[in-house]
Nanobody, 114 residues
């Protein structure tokens, strides 16, 4: 069974940091396209950061310079390091992988609030 399991969400103050993890099981995705998406209440799901199998990385303009996507091949896991967080980063964050078909994680809530 293929699964993407996110963890690391929670409550953080503005200016704070969180690191999200997405552990893949059932298939190895490290050589495939993977990404982090987020969906805020009342808004469409949007891509935050993505990484191709070759390691090419793209960020949404709203998170450039603050968020970093990375992967640990041996753990079949990708990460999203989020720094200098803002109120508008509040959303449910989803892990995504493409390997013939699209796979989604269940999402993890990130809330930025003072």
């Amino acid at each position: 069974q293929v699964q993407l399991v996110e963890s690391g969400g929670g409550l953080v103050q503005p200016g704070g940091s969180l690191r999200l993890s997405c552990a893949a099981s059932g298939r190895n995705f490290m050589s495939n396209f993977m990404a982090w998406y987020r969906q805020a209440p009342g808004k469409q799901r949007e891509v935050v950061a993505s990484m191709t199998g070759a390691g090419s990385i793209t960020y949404a303009d709203s998170v450039k310079g603050r968020f970093t996507i990375s992967k640990n091949i041996s753990k079949n896991t990708i990460y999203l390091q989020m720094n200098s967080m803002r109120l508008e980063d509040t959303a449910v964050y989803y892990c995504y992988a493409m390997k013939g078909v699209a796979y989604w994680g269940q999402g993890t809530q990130v809330t930025v609030s003072s």
